[in-house]
Nanobody, 119 residues
């Protein structure tokens, strides 16, 4: 599975961005797609995940109600709609994938896209 993230950028606090992650190389029916982020000096953290086949999503508490993860099956693309951005949302955002069965570790990672939020 190959993942290509894009769509980061610079936005003012309260603004919105929608990074995307193009996926190739495998049928995704049995995969979970996710977004993680890592801010300078901090550990990487889970942001949101979605089951490709069932469109069931899960969010971290810090983004619940502001971010929405979605997938476009024909385009093999995963999106993260980020609204009401806060300075603490600034980070490099990574898309990742893992199979639903087996290990809960994410085996496949994209290269990351930078999100900067100015106050």
């Amino acid at each position: 599975v190959q993942l290509q993230a894009s769509g980061g950028g610079v936005v003012q606090a309260g603004g919105s961005l929608r990074p995307s992650c193009a996926v190739s190389g495998r049928t995704l029916s049995y995969y979970i797609m996710a977004w993680f982020r890592q801010a300078p000096g901090k550990e990487r953290e889970f942001v949101a995940g979605i089951r490709w086949s069932a469109n069931i999503a899960k969010y971290s508490e810090s983004v619940e109600g502001r971010f929405t993860i979605s997938r476009d099956k024909p385009k093999n693309t995963v999106y993260l709609q980020m609204n009401n951005l806060k300075p603490e949302d600034a980070a490099v955002y990574y898309c990742a994938a893992r199979m639903m069965a087996g290990s809960e570790e994410y085996a496949y990672w994209g290269q990351g896209t930078l999100v900067t939020v100015s106050s």
